[in-house]
């Protein structure tokens, strides 16, 4: 027999003096006198289970047994190593530990105190533009306030007039309509005299041109003081001149025309229709038609849009644009939609088929009628890039109409 088996074996008793389930409370460490005590600043020492973080009072420094490391808290501040930054990988910065030097990147604490997080510099606040423009149903419950009123010597029966004008009902009721603006009313003195039954200003206009050329019309001219002025106005400022107009349009000539023509499905923006007139002008457009559900050609803002040009262009409104394709087929027009779905461009149609167009532009949200596209002729597609479903119907009837008289000067 070994050795080791010829000794006798001890045997270890324990006696358990606990509870089953309860620990037993830690040992209170005693209470430090004031000549244990550290120094104000000094950091305690941590004994936890890594037993590898020690601090030694009497050599004045902490000492850390993963590595080479020694910390000597009389040493310069500045030389100290970077430990927080080592240890955390780039933790916060500490401007007492590094002074900073000129051309160092600015530094930012962003989450967690991320040192060089990125600075964002930040538009100056903007205040929300203010829409110039009153709604329809602004205009309507001024209008219905004015009329609203019982005694008829508050306000006038000529001014109760031009204030029905600047609702639909008040100018299907009256037959007239108003044109505002400086650019406007020149327009309408120069072109469409006979339609100008008066012109309105303001108290100390000073357009002293644009006077003697109303005058020069023989067409009467009218003062109104601030207040009433605005109570016609459709914007929020005045330009200070408003004239009064009979409604009336030149109906495109279809059988002779040889140019291009818009189709109008249901286009409820005034501004947009204002630019369909001006870009018709702008490339001698034969006409256009407004289909049912289209905004009125006389609506303030329509001819605001169109600067008074949109009584140049021969048109027809509230039209059954079923029965106007099929009418317009007979005299000899295709009728081209834009679709987004289409497979070709305009000049991928068949020449002979591009001397007498006409366009069938569609609703700013809902776009064409498919109904009307399917009784389209043909349909057409604007090349462009894919990150854009679909552009404006103002901006996509602008550049058809280009196309459009860009083709027809070389069939010439």
């Not at 050795?3 to 309860?22: A, Q």
């Not at 330009?239 to 495109?252: E, F, L, T």
């Not at 007498?356 to 596209?373: C, D, Q, R, S, W």
């Not at 009784?375 to 058809?400: C, F, Q, R, Y």
């Amino acid at each position: 027999m070994s050795e080791e088996e010829n000794k006798p074996k001890r045997t270890v008793r324990m006696t358990l003096d606990r509870k089953f389930g309860v620990s037993e409370a830690p040992e209170r460490r005693p209470r430090r006198n004031d000549d244990e005590r550290g120094s104000f600043g000094d950091k305690p020492s941590f004994r936890g289970d890594r037993g590898d973080r020690r601090f030694d009072r009497d050599r004045g420094e902490r000492r850390f047994d993963r590595g080479e490391r020694r910390f000597d808290r009389d040493d310069n501040r500045e030389d100290r190593p970077f430990n927080r930054e080592e240890r955390r990988g780039g933790g916060r910065f500490d401007r007492d530990r590094r002074p900073r030097r000129f051309g160092d990147k600015p530094f930012n604490r962003g989450p967690r105190g991320a040192m060089n997080a990125p600075v964002y510099r930040q538009r100056p606040e903007q205040k929300e533009a203010v829409d110039e423009n009153l709604d329809e149903a602004a205009l309507e419950a001024r209008a219905a306030q004015i009329e609203a009123v019982e005694d008829a010597g508050s306000t006038p029966p000529w001014f109760k007039r031009l204030i029905a004008c600047t609702t639909e009902k008040g100018r299907e009721r009256e037959g007239k309509f108003l044109g505002e603006g400086v650019h406007v009313v020149e327009e309408l003195v120069k072109h469409h005299r006979e339609l100008v039954i008066s012109v309105y200003v303001v108290e100390g206009f000073e357009n002293e041109e644009l006077i003697e050329a109303i005058n020069e019309a023989e067409i009467t001219l009218h003062t109104l003081n601030e207040e009433q002025m605005k109570r016609l106005s459709s914007t929020m400022t005045t330009q200070g001149i408003i004239a009064y107009c009979n409604i009336a349009s030149k109906k495109p000539v279809y059988e002779t025309s040889r140019s291009v023509l818009t189709l109008v499905d249901a286009v409820q923006d005034p501004g947009n229709l204002g630019t369909l007139f001006r870009t018709s002008l702008g490339f001698n457009s034969s006409g256009m038609i407004l289909g049912r559900g289209t905004v009125s050609p006389f609506n303030p803002k329509v001819v605001r849009g169109s600067s008074g040009t949109f009584l140049r262009v021969p048109f027809e409104f509230d039209v059954d644009l079923v029965d106007q394709i099929n009418f317009l087929r007979s005299k000899g027009y295709t009728i081209i939609a834009t679709d987004l779905h289409a497979k070709q461009s305009l000049r991928q149609i068949p020449s002979h088929k591009l001397r007498k167009m006409a366009f069938l532009v569609g609703n700013e949200g809902a776009g064409t009628n498919p109904y009307f596209i399917e009784l389209a002729d043909e349909t057409v597609k604007i090349p462009m890039s894919s990150e854009l479903e679909s552009l404006n119907v103002a901006v996509a009837h602008g550049i058809l109409s280009y196309e459009a008289a860009q083709i027809q000067e070389e069939l010439k």
